[in-house]
């Protein structure tokens, strides 16, 4: 299960990311640069580094850059450097992540200042560099023991193990966290959505591969990134399919809430990229989203070369097929049981089918996804309870009445796919009770009108 890259991130996102590290790493810098100047600052004017100049004067004047006498010494701008170079070292070396990056930085910093001496003593001016190199020193000396702590350290991990798998707050939230992230491996109950694109390959035939590839990046961007702003993990992003985790990074006691929150608005965001496409390439994307809940192992998986964060259990693969379920039904968000027992009360949903694994002789049912609770209207929750006890007579094989239930859950001009599925299958099977393709019998088990779980 290795997990695609997903989208590099906007650039006027990157502008905010350095400007929320800088509270973090600008401060511990500005504390070090200040100290380190401060005690340099001090040696300064005590005269320390006087000697140093004196003799730095008299080999300028031998070697004929002061063909007029002794030069003005540039007792400001020594000072200047001082405190620069203090705070640009310590804010470099704490900053940057890599070490050879760190120590080009450094090098490059001494050699600017070393540099300038000799160029100013063409000018006839005097500058004295040592004070400026050792203050540097000093305080890239102090910046790399932070970066050794786990403290300095948690910018580079987080880094190399997340990358661009999490919004910029949720990155934020665990460089701020008072203790540090664990990715040593643990179990944890968390929510796995899955958005899957059912034409993919159709669009493929119909477009161009350049108007193809605008098409998935615009899916992408759609989905990828509006999930990680709502705190999900970006596990895998492809063209056809994007997974997230809600409740993966840290232990969250409304992952499950979480999800189906993010998935009403997904839907949203969907039916409005929908029409985009088609006003542009009069296309549009057939798609389905699924929220799975259950426990998975939680850690970094592969080799000090390749690696990853992930979670693995069976939800991973559960969701995926969920998602894929949408095209059975033509519906848009399915939910599985357990994530309903987690949302109990707080989302509106329709029971759609069950499901039967013989393996661990377990019984399931799937539900499609409507609203959050009190955001329906009574008619519509009317609507919503004719459809449920319509479902239930389907399931006992009572077929008239649940026609008739189905009957007065429609509305006249309203497109309700899932309605239209169980009417069909009703009609169906009130016409033709020995079909076949009717009831699907080979799928059906003899437990209440359940499927096998390896259908879905």
């Given at each position: 299960?290795?997990?695609?890259?997903?989208?590099?991130?906007?650039?006027?996102?990157?502008?905010?990311?350095t400007?929320?590290?800088?509270?973090?790493?600008?401060?511990?810098?500005?504390?070090?640069?200040?100290?380190?100047?401060?005690?340099?600052?001090?040696?300064?004017?005590?005269?320390?580094?006087?000697?140093?100049?004196?003799?730095?004067?008299?080999?300028?004047?031998?070697?004929?850059?002061?063909?007029?006498?002794?030069?003005?010494?540039?007792?400001?701008?020594?000072?200047?450097?001082?405190?620069?170079?203090?705070?640009?070292?310590?804010?470099?070396?704490?900053?940057?992540?890599?070490?050879?990056?760190?120590?080009?930085?450094?090098?490059?910093?001494?050699?600017?200042?070393?540099?300038?001496?000799?160029s100013?003593?063409?000018?006839?001016?005097?500058?004295e560099?040592?004070?400026?190199?050792?203050?540097?020193?000093?305080?890239?000396?102090?910046?790399?023991?932070?970066?050794?702590?786990?403290?300095?350290?948690?910018?580079?991990?987080?880094?190399?193990?997340?990358?661009?798998?999490?919004?910029?707050?949720?990155?934020?939230?665990?460089?701020?966290?008072?203790?540090?992230?664990?990715?040593?491996?643990?179990?944890?109950?968390?929510?796995?959505?899955?958005?899957?694109?059912?034409?993919?390959?159709?669009?493929?035939?119909?477009?161009?591969?350049?108007?193809?590839?605008?098409?998935?990046?615009l899916?992408?961007?759609?989905?990828a990134?509006?999930?990680?702003?709502?705190?999900?993990?970006?596990?895998?992003s492809?063209?056809?399919?994007?997974?997230?985790?809600?409740?993966?990074?840290?232990?969250?006691?409304?992952?499950?809430?979480?999800?189906?929150?993010?998935?009403?608005?997904?839907?949203?965001?969907?039916?409005?990229?929908?029409?985009?496409?088609?006003?542009?390439?009069?296309?549009?994307?057939?798609?389905?989203?699924?929220?799975?809940?259950?426990?998975?192992?939680?850690?970094?998986?592969?080799?000090?070369?390749?690696?990853f964060?992930?979670?693995?259990?069976?939800?991973?693969?559960?969701?995926?097929r969920?998602?894929?379920?949408?095209?059975?039904?033509?519906?848009d968000?399915?939910?599985?049981s357990?994530?309903?027992?987690?949302?109990?009360?707080?989302?509106?949903?329709?029971?759609?089918?069950?499901?039967y694994?013989?393996?661990?002789?377990?019984?399931?049912?799937?539900?499609q996804l409507?609203?959050?609770?009190?955001?329906?209207?009574?008619?519509?929750?009317?609507?919503?309870?004719?459809?449920?006890?319509?479902?239930?007579?389907?399931?006992?094989?009572?077929?008239?009445?649940?026609?008739?239930?189905?009957?007065?859950?429609?509305?006249?001009?309203?497109?309700?796919?899932?309605?239209?599925?169980?009417?069909?299958?009703t009609?169906?099977?009130?016409?033709?009770?020995?079909?076949?393709?009717?009831?699907?019998?080979?799928?059906?088990?003899?437990?209440?009108?359940?499927?096998?779980?390896?259908?879905?």
């Amino acid at each position: 299960m290795f997990a695609a890259k997903t989208p590099s991130e906007h650039p006027h996102l990157q502008a905010s990311l350095t400007t929320k590290f800088m509270r973090r790493y600008a401060l511990t810098a500005l504390l070090i640069g200040m100290i380190m100047a401060g005690v340099v600052l001090g040696l300064y004017l005590l005269g320390v580094f006087g000697p140093l100049a004196n003799w730095l004067g008299l080999v300028y004047q031998s070697s004929g850059f002061f063909p007029e006498g002794e030069a003005a010494r540039m007792g400001w701008l020594e000072i200047v450097l001082i405190t620069a170079a203090a705070l640009g070292a310590a804010w470099c070396l704490v900053d940057v992540p890599q070490l050879g990056h760190k120590v080009l930085v450094f090098m490059t910093m001494l050699i600017v200042i070393l540099g300038l001496s000799p160029s100013l003593a063409l000018y006839g001016k005097l500058f004295e560099p040592f004070s400026a190199m050792i203050s540097a020193f000093l305080a890239a000396t102090a910046g790399i023991i932070y970066a050794g702590t786990e403290q300095g350290m948690r910018k580079k991990v987080l880094q190399n193990v997340l990358g661009s798998r999490v919004s910029i707050s949720t990155f934020n939230e665990l460089m701020d966290s008072k203790t540090p992230p664990d990715f040593s491996g643990t179990t944890r109950e968390l929510s796995v959505l899955t958005v899957r694109v059912f034409n993919d390959d159709e669009l493929r035939s119909k477009l161009q591969p350049a108007e193809q590839l605008k098409i998935s990046n615009l899916f992408l961007r759609t989905t990828a990134d509006f999930l990680k702003s709502k705190g999900g993990y970006v596990d895998e992003s492809g063209p056809d399919l994007v997974r997230v985790f809600f409740g993966l990074l840290k232990p969250e006691v409304d992952h499950a809430l979480n999800a189906c929150r993010t998935a009403l608005e997904l839907r949203t965001r969907l039916q409005n990229l929908n029409k985009e496409c088609e006003s542009r390439w009069f296309q549009t994307l057939q798609f389905g989203v699924a929220v799975s809940t259950g426990e998975m192992t939680v850690g970094v998986y592969g080799s000090n070369r390749h690696f990853f964060y992930s979670g693995v259990g069976p939800e991973t693969d559960f969701s995926r097929r969920l998602a894929s379920a949408n095209l059975r039904y033509n519906s848009d968000v399915l939910v599985s049981s357990q994530t309903l027992q987690a949302v109990t009360g707080k989302v509106e949903v329709r029971p759609l089918e069950m499901f039967y694994d013989p393996e661990e002789e377990v019984m399931t049912e799937i539900y499609q996804l409507v609203a959050l609770a009190n955001q329906m209207t009574e008619e519509e929750l009317k609507r919503r309870d004719l459809f449920w006890q319509g479902v239930i007579f389907y399931r006992e094989a009572k077929y008239d009445q649940a026609l008739e239930l189905f009957s007065r859950a429609q509305v006249h001009g309203v497109e309700d796919p899932p309605l239209n599925f169980f009417i069909n299958r009703t009609q169906e099977y009130l016409t033709n009770p020995d079909s076949e393709h009717a009831e699907d019998r080979h799928e059906i088990t003899d437990r209440t009108h359940a499927r096998l779980l390896g259908t879905l």
